[in-house]
């Protein structure tokens, strides 16, 4: 039995390892990038629209939030959750299950980390107007790691479920 | 009496402390630890190519390649290069060395305190050699890049540009998990479930099949579909 297991995580780290430099690969065409920054500004967008019904006076320029005190931050590269998104992706289409339940792993997940990027953001935003060395702090080492970590209980939550209607599932047939 | 504690589930557990530990830890790291541990590493760097501190605090790095430029249009004459400077500014490297707080704080966080510790100790050494590595292979891949670009030459840019993304933009944030995971059994059964997934099937193949279609099992089973 510990052999099958150390057989399938052998193919699920080697399975996860292609898939993720395939997609970072894909991530740093052109095409990619095109698509990559319509998505950071459909999210900034989303910011700016969250923050409008609070009652924020911030100004929206294309990817850009301006604070009326001059303070403005753009959403570019990997600060749209692009990364993260790669990496449980890679993780959900490397773990052995049905392709049903890969399609909403990929899905929920994808939701889910846009919706903490999205929270993300607007921390940074504020973090920003009072503190620009713990904005950098937070931009660059904190937020990032949450984020990971986020997106590796998203993926244990979905092997959960995943593992519980597979196994059943395999064994009634 | 006391209000009995409440008990989390293994990923709200370990989602919470995480959070908790990655905010202190870090913190801490970013306050205190980050001025030595950049040191440490430069002078861990030190041992394999030259780097220097400026007043300012970046860093000069002078790479060791050993590479013959072919004469050009431009440049009638063939040119021999041993290596290559070039700066690199503090914030840069300290990419390279975030990742051991964030593993200390995967590890505080799992479940079980004996292999804690145990993957603590080995863990800390691993992510450091793991630091040192990540450090050379950008300063490597940075020479490479620098003299292609003077060379006018193509070829495998997409593979350069794919390892001067990864190497300071992604492996940093994604080694901590993945050692911690390699490293701490519990965390990673609890977390990719092979020997449950395993249990489980040899389980129901043990049961006959009105078993399986009747109570918890045929409640799964009726989910799914």
Partial sequence: MARSENHRGLRFVLIFAGILLAAFGVLLTSP????????????VKIAHGVLATCGSHATRDAAILRAPNGFAVEMRDGCNGSNVTILLWSAILAFPARWRMKAIGLVAGSLIIQALNIVRFISLFYLGQYSLTWFDFAHTYLWESMLVLDTMVIFWLWVNRAVRLDAAARAAV | MPPPVPRFKPTTRFLISGSALLIGILALWWVALRGPMLDLLRDAAGVFLQ?????????????????????T????????????????????????IFSLPVYWAIILASPGAKRKLRSLLIGTAVMAALEVALLLAFVDLTAYDAISRIQGDPGFQWGRRLGLYMVPNVLPYVLP?????SLHRQL??????????????????????????????????????
Wanted: with cysteine; charged share 25%; proline share 8%.
């Fill in chain 1, 32 to 43: 990619a990038q095109y698509l990559d920054a319509r998505l950071s500004l459909a999210l």
């Fill in chain 2, 51 to 71: 780097v220097k501190e400026n007043p300012s605090g970046e860093w000069t790095v002078r790479a060791p390649l050993e590479k013959l430029l072919p004469p």
């Fill in chain 2, 188 to 225: 990673r059964e609890q977390v990719l479930q092979f020997a449950k997934e395993t249990n489980v099937q040899a389980f129901c193949a043990g049961l006959p099949a009105d078993r399986i279609n009747r109570g918890p099992l045929a409640k799964v089973r009726r989910g799914r579909s």
């Fill in chain 2, 177 to 181: 998990f993945g050692v911690a995971l």
């Fill in chain 2, 73 to 96: 249009a431009q440049r009638p004459v063939a040119r021999e290069i041993h290596f290559v400077n070039f700066e690199m500014p503090r914030s840069d490297a300290t990419r390279f």
